[in-house]
């Protein structure tokens, strides 16, 4: 039997030092008032105990019901088949014992981590915080967090955050990254992971997916444009390695069509991405000559904030000589100098509804509309106006 130090005295194993004993010696030389004690390190004072967590059953105990009454009421579910009073008591004996759900013994019962995993290709991109706040408030509302996850229009980027979000095992993913391959999508689809495309498509035709209207927003801003009186109408359209860009893009020529204006090639410039540098680049092309357009309808807002640079370094004002036209109505669009003329698209409400079509496909609710196609409409603001020789024949 080990033998045990008398209380407040030291244990065994320190009466043995020979330090202890050292010490014990220079005190009594010295003298005990100027030599302090040898520390009692094996009798250190023990740290309070740690309280036990409160179980779902001491919550049961102290309101006087069974443990699955109060599982019941504190998920939420059932409650039309318990008294009022119960569930009262039920709230109240776990507030008051300061009771803390699991959300390892949640995730573990119900096969969920209550987690959403969402890609943007650029946060700097201000379309995005709308949707992504969409999202987050429609996931918080029904008990999930979101990881969000930046590629910066990287596939490299891509394919890893999407490895990182499945083994960190997200419930389900929202794909708002525009380059992301069909092969990498077509893997989620064989694995039969819930997953929603925001703002562009797939060649899945059972892929669930809220996409833009872009034909509808498109044919208004061709129309407004030739309603002032531009024929000569330039495109700076988005990077065809996206289906936005190349919706766009098509929608344009054929919006020109049925005015009688052919598309011409070198009214067609392409930037590389949805930013502004590269839509300054791509709009140089087009006005750098000596018979620029009297109008550039651009694949977003901020190309077209890049195409009035553009423009202006080549020595045309806008509206006077040259008209633009954006795409989103980001927030701050109203703000540009002069307030830009852009086709709307209800940003905010695509956040919702994806994020209301992936918990559906998590929580196997039924889905009547796998796609989901939001309007687009043209804001009229002070970037277009009628072309400088349309102006002075009115006149």
């Known amino acids: 039997m080990l033998a045990r130090a008398p209380r407040g005295g030291p244990s065994p194993a320190l009466r043995a030092c020979p330090a202890r004993r050292l010490h014990k010696r220079l005190r009594k030389q010295i003298g005990r008032s100027i030599l302090p004690p040898f520390p009692n390190y094996h009798a250190a004072r023990r740290s309070p105990p740690v309280p036990d967590r409160v179980t779902i059953i001491d919550v049961a105990k102290a309101a006087g019901v069974h443990p699955s009454t109060v599982s019941r009421v504190l998920n939420a579910s059932g409650q039309l088949s318990l008294l009022p009073a119960t569930r009262q008591r039920v709230v109240a004996a776990a507030a008051r014992l300061g009771y803390r759900p699991s959300a390892l013994a949640r995730s573990l019962r119900l096969r969920r981590t209550f987690t959403l995993g969402m890609l943007v290709p650029n946060i700097d991109n201000p379309l995005f915080p709308p949707i992504i706040k969409g999202v987050e408030d429609t996931g918080h509302a029904r008990g999930y967090n979101l990881v969000l996850c930046n590629t ?13 979000l499945r083994e960190r095992q997200v419930d389900g993913i929202l794909i708002a990254s525009s380059f992301m391959a069909d092969a990498t999508i077509g893997e989620l ?6 997953f929603v495309l925001v703002n562009r498509g797939s060649r899945g035709a059972d892929d669930l997916a809220v996409l833009v209207d872009n034909a509808m927003g498109v044919a208004e801003a061709i129309d407004h444009l030739v309603a002032l009186g531009h024929r000569r109408i330039g ?46 680049r791509a709009a140089r092309r087009l006005v750098a000559g000596g018979d620029p357009p009297t109008a550039i309808l651009c694949a977003n807002d901020l190309v077209a904030l890049g195409a009035l640079r553009a423009a202006r370094e080549a020595g045309l004002e806008c509206p006077e000589q040259i008209s633009l036209v954006g795409f989103n109505d980001i927030p701050f669009a109203e703000f540009f100098a002069p307030p830009l003329t852009t086709v709307r698209i209800p940003q905010r409400e695509m956040g919702v509804l994806a994020a209301g079509l992936l918990l559906a496909a998590i929580e196997a609710q039924p889905i009547t509309t796998r796609r989901l196609l939001v309007e687009a409409h043209l804001v009229v603001r002070g970037s277009t106006a009628a072309p400088a020789r349309a102006s002075a024949r009115i006149a």
């Open 152 to 164: 910066e229009d990287s596939s490299e980027r891509e394919d890893a955050y999407l490895r990182v």
């Open 189 to 194: 689809r064989r694995d039969r992971f819930p």
């Open 235 to 280: 495109i700076v359209a988005g990077p065809q390695t996206t289906m936005t860009g190349q919706q766009r893009l098509a929608a344009a020529k054929a919006a020109l069509r049925a005015h009688g204006i052919r598309p011409e090639s070198a009214l067609i410039s392409v930037a590389e991405a949805f930013q502004q540098e590269a839509g300054y």
